[in-house]
């Protein structure tokens, strides 16, 4: 699906620009606000955003408009995108938003929205948000008895934090491990060394100070040459690199060589299968993964299932067909025992 406002991947543009604009955002807010109203309870969304500076406009503007449709807006701050998915589940709201443009500069920005069962929305709701924005949806608004309220939710990085090492048998530790983690300055800054820390390894954090302008500059998935260095420079075990918003994952070895979301499959698959873990005998990607996956795979008696590009459509594969783990060359890796969408962190852990 590519509209006029949604593509591949929600809305995404250059923020302050058509169609990533404080109006576009509000009308969003108010148009998904009242497509996932259901019963007569108080209805809630949880919101979650990354670290550039036009975070602050467009979440102002997603809570106009949701409030204004009735929703109480739940604030989670700086979190990951998988955060969001997993809170939307764990806070029981119905519907999930992440403002983020992911690996990209801090120019462009984008809202990204999950359902109340923590996925990303498929082609025929996004039609429907998306034709209700051009429309006088303003009709179907909340009387002013029945506005939404917006309030800042506590401890949600520790929820996090907690989701992601339970992924982990507790008898696991990473003691012993020296682990350079690079976040990308962007949404796990905080999160993913204590996650780290918290599971025993000793972390080296890299590109952790946000300033609104350089997430995702020169560093995190996308640009792991400066991880490299860190990983050879510290003697690391290992190096963990995650983009602005904490889907994707990259890894380098205590060689300095990279691991990209190809590879990261490979191992993980290769690991599941033989402790019984992998179900549905096969992997799904995309049609950009490279035929060394497929033979690596072929030679376990693994099936290789490819999509179109996007993670949203290998979930939708992966559940269709009862698989468990899927993801792209880029690093968007999903592992549905634990997650409905890509996770960095939760990857990097199972490596």
């Not at 490299?228 to 205590?254: F, N, P, S, T, Y």
């Not at 033989?274 to 376990?300: H, I, K, P, Y």
């Amino acid at each position: 699906m590519a509209g006029q406002y949604f593509g591949t991947d929600g809305i995404r543009g250059r923020a302050n620009k058509f169609p990533m604009t404080a109006e576009v955002a509000m009308r969003v807010g108010m148009a998904a606000g009242l497509s996932f109203q259901r019963g007569s309870h108080r209805h809630r969304v949880v919101l979650g955003k990354d670290t550039r500076l036009s975070g602050y406009m467009i979440e102002n503007a997603m809570v106009s408009g949701l409030c204004a449709a009735g929703m109480d807006v739940f604030l989670l701050g700086p979190i990951p995108t998988p955060a969001v998915a997993m809170l939307v589940r764990s806070l029981r709201a119905d519907i999930g938003v992440m403002i983020s443009a992911s690996h990209n500069p801090y120019y462009d920005n984008g809202i990204k929205l999950f359902g109340p069962d923590g996925y990303k929305l498929s082609d025929e709701i996004e039609e429907r948000i998306e034709g209700m924005l051009d429309k006088d949806i303003e009709l179907a608004l909340a009387d002013s008895d029945g506005l939404g309220r917006a309030k800042r939710v506590d401890g949600v990085h520790d929820r996090y934090i907690e989701f992601a090492k339970r992924t982990l048998p507790r008898s696991m530790s990473l003691s012993g491990l020296r682990i350079v983690v690079d976040c990308a300055n962007g949404a796990a800054y905080k999160v993913a060394p204590e996650a780290l820390w918290e599971l025993g390894a000793e972390v080296v954090a890299i590109n952790v100070e946000p300033n609104g302008f350089n997430i995702n500059k020169e560093c995190g998935s996308t640009h792991p040459a400066g991880l490299q260095k860190k990983v050879h420079e510290v003697r690391a075990d290992i190096g963990i690199a995650l983009d602005g918003d904490a889907d994707r994952v990259v890894i380098v070895d205590e060689n300095g060589a990279i691991v990209d979301g190809d590879q990261i499959m490979a191992l993980i698959a290769e690991s599941w299968h033989q402790s019984g873990r992998l179900a549905g005998g096969g992997v799904v990607s995309t049609v950009m993964s490279n035929l060394g996956l497929e033979r690596f795979l072929g030679d376990m008696k693994l099936q290789l299932h490819r999509t179109k590009v996007g993670d949203r459509y290998v979930v939708e594969h992966m559940r269709a067909h009862g698989l468990n783990v899927g993801g792209e060359q880029s690093g968007h890796i999903v592992l549905s025992d634990f997650s409905t969408t890509g996770d960095g962190l939760v990857s990097a852990l199972q490596v």
